[in-house]
């Protein structure tokens, strides 16, 4: 089950940075936070995971609060492109180490 | 590297028929998942499975199987098919570490079935 809660939706101007929130309240310590994209009927594409430290890579950063009860994933320079439901998912030992998708966030982005 | 492939793309059947499908994981990887998306449910997970052994299982009735080959190919099969299962089915490779918390999982394009 997800353990996560995320905005239904959000819009976002091109060119942008997209701040995506995740709430995690319950996440316990060995749990490692994940964020996936889903564009339209396409396959989920992974973004970034972190444990307790903030992330970054190449599509995006990943800022964990201290407590870790909550993240925000950041779309630095958003295109249209990035146009798509986001996942925020919570896996660890607890969940069979399996990926339990919630509604994630559809983000617009807006020329 | 190739990425996650799944054959065929789209599949049409009807109520009562069974149906296969077929999942190539990344070169590499081992450990396949299965995972079903309807508009009304979401993205669900079916199963996983590693070194041709199911490791994890979903809350899906039994019509719904699968197997992994000595070469990390996967199938999934869904007897007496129900209106309810057309969906899109996705699969998703990980290359499996010492910590299953940190294999991330790469997904194909998916099958989209519908149900007649």
């Known amino acids: 089950d997800a353990k996560t809660t995320q905005p239904p939706s959000m819009d976002c101007a091109e060119g942008r940075a997209a701040n995506l929130p995740c709430n995690h309240s319950?996440?316990?310590?060995?749990?490692?936070v994940y964020w996936y994209r889903q564009i339209h009927s396409q396959g989920p594409q992974y973004i970034i995971h972190g444990l307790k430290n903030n992330e970054t890579n190449e599509m995006a950063s990943l800022i964990i609060t201290e407590d870790r009860k909550s993240s925000t994933l950041i779309l630095p320079h958003a295109t249209l492109r990035d146009t798509a439901v986001y996942y925020c998912i919570v896996r660890g030992p607890n969940t069979g180490n399996q990926f339990y998708f919630g509604t994630g966030t559809s983000l617009t982005v807006i020329p | 590297k190739a990425g996650v492939t799944q054959t065929p793309r789209y599949l049409i059947k009807t109520r009562g028929q069974q149906v296969t499908l077929s999942c190539s994981p990344i070169?590499?990887?081992?450990?396949v998942s299965w995972y079903q998306q309807t508009p009304g449910q979401g993205l669900q997970f079916l199963f996983e499975y590693f070194s041709e052994t199911q490791r994890n299982k979903g809350n899906f009735p039994g019509r719904f199987s699968g197997r992994q080959f000595s070469n990390s190919r996967s199938e999934m099969n869904v007897s007496t098919l129900e209106l309810g299962d057309s969906a899109l089915y996705l699969c998703?490779?990980?290359?499996?570490?010492?910590?299953?918390?940190?294999?991330?999982?790469?997904f194909g394009p998916g099958t989209r079935l519908t149900v007649l």
């Open positions: 070169s590499g990887h081992r450990s």
């Open positions: 319950t996440i316990s310590g060995n749990e490692y």
């Open positions: 998703a490779s990980s290359r499996p570490s010492g910590s299953g918390s940190t294999d991330t999982q790469y």
